[in-house]
């Protein structure tokens, strides 16, 4: 393998002209390859996106049964009060029929 050809005007060794053949080659080759890899891919990635979205609304159900169970604990503070009044009232009348008598 000669790394230098002789020139057919002048007749001296250049190196330029292997050089630029080599080029050329190269570039033609990686353009047909990368092409072919991006076409696969994006059909691929919307498939995905669509599952995702069916999850989400189950979620919401959920929340709207826990509203109710917080309205029932309001009643029954209300009849604890009413039951303290009435034995205050019954203790003092024991002590003034003890000293009377």
Do not use: V
Request: hydrophobic share 5%.
């Amino acid at each position: 393998m000669r790394l230098t050809f002789r020139c057919r005007e002048t007749g001296r060794f250049c190196k330029k002209t292997k050089k630029k053949l080599k080029k050329k080659k190269k570039k033609k080759k990686k353009k047909k390859t990368k092409k072919k890899k991006k076409k696969k891919k994006k059909k691929k990635k919307k498939k995905k996106k669509k599952k995702k979205k069916k999850k989400k609304k189950k979620k919401k159900k959920k929340k709207k049964k826990k509203k109710k169970k917080k309205k029932k604990k309001k009643k029954k503070k209300k009849k604890k009060k009413k039951k303290k009044k009435k034995k205050k009232k019954t203790k003092k009348k024991k002590k003034e029929a003890t000293t009377s008598s």
